[in-house]
């Protein structure tokens, strides 16, 4: 699987939008972008995933660059409970098989 | 919302027994995995399963690990001779295939600890 590239740490405002970016300047045409979150102490959570276009789904949005080499989760306002590790994992279409988790970014949310 | 669950939340076992852990998967999925994670580290693979048989898995599933979907709804890790380096989170997962794409759901995880 393509390799990606999260900043390990961001900071955001409660009710204020995050940015959370991930760099995959070696994905491929079949490569699907998807992001996971994990809060404290609990299991993996899916979040979203995309190809080409940009998702928006209940949780976030996802904004993927036109080259496909980057992509930004968007969560349009943070709560309390946004609090987590995020993660940006990259899988190729019809893959059934292992996720494979980096370090994530870690998001923490100021009252 | 239908929902992975794991049994027990926290098993504290002495080095050198067997251990089972137990995942009840959601019950239309087809696709099993068990994951962990040590304190403070990444999330790593561990094994896939797919119509009865393992279909991946990792080098950390070596031949003291073994998986096993014993009845239509349980999905088990066993751990024959715990080593105290197997003290970690195991969560299970399950998925559905829908459009190529797998979204995994994740149980609540059960806590090892080895002793």
């Known amino acids: 699987d393509a390799k990606t590239t999260q900043p390990n740490s961001m900071e955001s405002n409660e009710e204020e939008p995050v940015h959370l970016p991930c760099n995959h300047s070696t994905i491929s045409g079949t490569d699907y972008i998807h992001w996971y979150r994990q809060l404290p102490s609990q299991g993996p959570e899916y979040v979203i995933h995309g190809l080409t276009s940009n998702v928006n789904n209940r949780m976030a949005s996802l904004a993927i660059a036109e080259d496909r080499k980057s992509s930004t989760l968007i969560l349009h306002r943070a709560t309390l409970r946004d609090a987590a590790v995020y993660y940006c994992?990259?899988?190729?279409?019809?893959?059934?098989?292992?996720?494979?988790f980096g370090k994530g970014t870690k998001l923490s949310v100021k009252p | 919302e239908p929902e992975v669950t794991q049994t027990p939340s926290h098993q504290v076992t002495q080095m050198g027994q067997e251990v089972i852990l137990r995942c009840v998967p959601i019950s239309n999925h087809l696709y099993f995995y068990w994951y962990r994670q040590i304190l403070g580290q990444k999330v790593e693979f561990l094994v896939s399963f797919y119509n009865n048989e393992i279909s991946e898995k990792s080098e950390i599933f070596d031949d003291q690990f073994s998986v096993e979907r014993p009845d239509g709804s349980n999905f088990t890790l066993k751990i024959r001779s715990t080593k105290l380096e197997d003290s970690a989170m195991y969560f299970c997962a399950s998925s559905v295939e829908t459009g190529g794409i797998y979204e995994q759901y994740f149980g609540p995880g059960t806590r090892l600890t080895v002793t």
């Open positions: 994992i990259l899988r190729d279409w019809g893959s059934q098989g292992n996720l494979i």
